[in-house]
């Protein structure tokens, strides 16, 4: 089981991006903005009876969100005070870390961000992870359930989302608007592809992304099908009607002019942005949290990207949207003061506090959706994306409020090393090389089961 364990969990790490949660260029591919240096953080807090509980994360500005927020909860449970000590270092060498830890039985923290795209990987054999589902009980009816089910197993929850990270589109409507096109017509998959081919019939530039990094297009298209890469038993099946269709849809778009592949192979990498702030590429099929990558990156765009709800098929309305990428953040069963732990993290990342500052700090959708119709939050003039985006960013959310659905294959063991394959061949291969669809997922499909068998 060790070995299956460090197996999944170095195959993860070769996936970088491809789960990603709000990850880019080998980052943190599951919050927001990648660590750049390893430290530490310490929280200056008075008293002989504060609890220490030691954090480790991959994302920098995790540090200074969670101290602000145990301030909040020591203000609030002056008889439960804690400090934070912190450690922030690079994201490969944090996870494998942390499986050596829970491993051996030392060294482990007390509380941990595990990115989406590892966290199966701590989910088999004998779970290390506390099971948080009594800290979550307070806060459970006004947070989005497909985020709670991303870090869970069994019925228990082990992990605690920062985000729902709902697709949306992006588009720039200044060059849209040039080329005779009003984005607010785009409603379905169908008119999603007429306005790519007008785009580039007329400016000869990309309109969206064909990706070969990432699955944000693929796995939104997907759920809206009701497919996945797996059948009900958990079984491989990575070449099935609904995912040669779903490619096939995409492929055609790119055919057609309407989808090219870029720089980076998706639109949360280094190389794309520099495309997208110049306008040679104009919409982007992306999780809510790349509106921070619009306001860190693309600047010049500031007042002319709109937010809209993504484009559908028509024929599900049950799922209009998928959650995209995430960071879970867990705590260690083992740790002497894991209960504490448990419910000053719930607090810090599912409290109504902690939700408005999850929107007002990082410019991630909360995931207790309470917070979305506070218009005096989400609408505030003086906050730096409503100041950014030309429209009011919450607007989309709340039109698929009650459509939000979940590939449950996420939470599957065998998706590191699925999305290995799709992101290192076989969408390069249908998208760069112009392999036949069916064709190169029957590849993938062989490749995988080759894997597992061994």
Known sequence: MKKKVLAALLCAAMVGTTLAGCGSSGSDSGSDDSAKQTGKK????????VTTLNVWTFIENHQDFYTDMAEKWNEENPDRKVKLVLSNMAYDDMHNKLSLALESGEGAPDVVDIELGKFPAFMTGNIGLKDLTDAIAPYKDNVVESRLDLYSKDGKYYGLPTHVGTTVAFYNTEELEAAGIDYTTIKTWDDFKEAGIKYHEATGKTFAAAETTAQWTLNLMLAQKGGSYLKEDGSLDVNNDKMVEVLQCMKDMQDAGALATIAGGQPDNEE????????DVAAAIMPFWQTSRYTSYMTDLSGKVAIAAPPVFG????VKTI???????????SGENADLAADVFAFIKLSDEANVEVWNVLGF??????????TDITENPDNQYVKYFNTK??????????NIGLLDCYTDEKMPS??????TQTLNDIFESGVDVKEALDEAQDTLENEFAE
Do not use: K, R
């Open 42 to 49: 310490e929280m200056d807090v008075e008293g002989d009876d």
């Open 272 to 279: 794309a942005y520099p495309l997208y702030n110049s306008g």
């Open 315 to 318: 024929d599900n309305d049950a």
């Open 323 to 333: 959650g995209g990428g995430g960071t879970g953040t867990a705590v260690v069963a």
């Open 365 to 374: 959708d909360p995931v207790n959706t309470e917070v979305w119709t506070q």
């Open 393 to 402: 960013p919450f607007d989309a959310l709340l039109d698929v409020q009650d």
């Open 418 to 423: 699925i999305n290995n394959v799709f992101t």
